[in-house]
């Protein structure tokens, strides 16, 4: 028998050199790639913020890419919170 990955959600804050190189892009393609769902937009602080959900796995690998972004971002550090799954979204989005 196969276990089922179970589902949760993370909440990130990407800090460092993350807007203006299309990292909300980027990091909506490497969402939708890994099936995660939730949202990413840019704060006025000049950080990312993210709320993501899907399995586990998928989003260690993900918060993995997000350490490092698209080419030309910078990023110094990335807080991580993990919290209950919603089941609250369909797709993964870019919002504002």
């Known amino acids: 028998m196969v276990a089922v990955e ?32 939730g949202w990413v937009r840019n704060r006025p602080d000049g950080a990312v913020e993210i709320v993501a959900e899907g399995e586990r796995k998928k989003l260690d690998d993900w918060i993995a890419w997000c350490r490092h972004g698209p080419r030309g971002a910078e990023v110094e550090n990335v807080r991580i919170e993990w919290e209950e799954f919603s089941g609250e979204f369909s797709a993964f989005r870019i919002t504002r």
């Open 6 to 37: 179970e589902n949760t959600r993370v909440h990130l804050l990407i800090e460092g050199r993350v807007q203006g190189v299309f990292f909300r892009a980027s990091a909506q393609a490497e969402a939708s790639r890994l099936g995660l769902t």
